[in-house]
């Protein structure tokens, strides 16, 4: 019996996930910040590492108007169920984390690198500290010299599950803001340390902004 509801979790619950989050995002409103200079690159055929905070995972394939990306997204259970939601909108991802097959992970999004798609990764999963840039993505930009570009999401109306990284689950018919920072790219001679400390300030930077749009509507961030 545990085999038959692993198979209708694995086979169903993806379409519905992915029912949802088309919902949800159709019913915000929704603005984007700082894009440009992302667009500037993809136009000249560059191509990026996105990173955003784990908690903002659910809606953020809604924010992303590039041709083709492959995230990085745990090796368990749950990833499973992420990642064949996410091929529902047309996107692949790379199996492994910091703490479960983070070697060949790491392996895969270098050789994906010398291909035409964006690599993303939450630089504090699969599971914490919340909110802090673990070294994974450091050497990932390190070892392909390609830009990292911060991204986050914030809401008006949502929910915060009690989950190491506080989940949010936007309500819908709120308000919505994507946000962009600008590019970093890690500098041949610089310290490892340096340029974790340099992403680590440009993410809290980047959904600060987030949240003060929403604040600048006289609503709050959830």
Not at 13 to 20: K, Q, R, T, Y
Not at 130 to 141: I, P
Not at 142 to 153: E, G, H, I, Q, S
Request: glycine fraction near 10%.
């Amino acid at each position: 019996m545990r085999r038959i509801g692993d198979w209708l979790l694995l086979n169903l619950a993806p379409a519905l996930a992915a029912g949802i989050i088309r919902l949800l995002r159709r019913s915000l409103r929704v603005e984007f910040l700082g894009e440009e200079p992302l667009q500037r690159l993809w136009r000249g055929g560059e191509r990026v590492i996105l990173t955003f905070w784990h908690d903002q995972l659910l809606l953020m394939i809604g924010g992303y108007r590039g041709k083709a990306a492959r995230i990085l997204i745990s090796a368990s259970k749950d990833g499973e169920l992420i990642a064949r939601t996410m091929r529902r909108f047309g996107q692949d991802a790379v199996r492994g984390s910091s703490s479960r097959g983070g070697g060949s992970a790491l392996r895969a999004l270098v050789k994906l690198s010398r291909q035409p798609v964006d690599l993303v990764i939450t630089p504090d999963g699969p599971k914490g500290p919340r909110h802090e840039v673990k070294d994974g993505v450091v050497q990932l930009a390190r070892l392909t010299r390609r830009p990292v570009v911060p991204m986050a999401f914030a809401c008006s109306r949502g929910h915060r599950f009690r989950s190491w990284d506080r989940f949010l689950l936007p309500y819908p018919f709120g308000r919505a803001v994507y946000s962009f920072g600008e590019p970093l790219t890690a500098e041949a001679d610089e310290e490892p340390e340096e340029f974790r400390r340099r992403l680590q300030m440009a993410m809290e930077e980047n959904e600060r902004r987030a949240r003060a749009r929403l604040e600048e509507h006289g609503v709050s961030a959830v």
